[in-house]
């Protein structure tokens, strides 16, 4: 069975740090991302990762975010710099291989204002 899990998630100040880790078993993704949805919104691609480390972000998040993937491990990671209280949501990891598409069951980020 394909899992995705992911860790990392918390509380913290406006201005902080945290570093999510999604790691993935049974399949190598051609695209890694993470996805969020806060109360009330629709999801909404934060940032993703091809297999050859071609990024794409989205613009809220550009400056601050950065992902990177351990292909050895399976493992995609997305640091978060200078956090803002509108980052508070639930943080999905997602994979895609050709018309699939996997998610993990999601790890809550709230930033204090």
């Known amino acids: 069975q394909v899992q995705l899990v992911e860790s990392g998630g918390g509380l913290v100040q406006a201005g902080g740090s945290l570093r999510l880790s999604c790691a993935a078993s049974?399949?190598?993704?051609?695209?890694m991302g993470w996805y969020r949805q806060a109360p009330g919104k629709q999801r909404e691609m934060v940032a993703s990762?091809?297999?050859?480390?071609?990024?794409n972000y989205a613009d809220s998040v550009k400056g601050r975010f950065t992902i990177s993937r351990d292909n050895a491990k399976n493992t995609v990671y997305l640091q978060m710099n200078g956090l803002k209280p509108e980052d508070t949501a639930v943080y999905y990891c997602?994979?895609?291989?050709?018309?699939?598409?996997?998610w993990g069951q999601g790890t809550q980020v709230t930033v204090s204002s």
């Open positions: 990762i091809t297999r050859s480390g071609s990024t």
């Open positions: 049974k399949i190598i993704f051609s695209i």
């Open positions: 997602n994979g895609k291989m050709l018309v699939s598409n996997y």
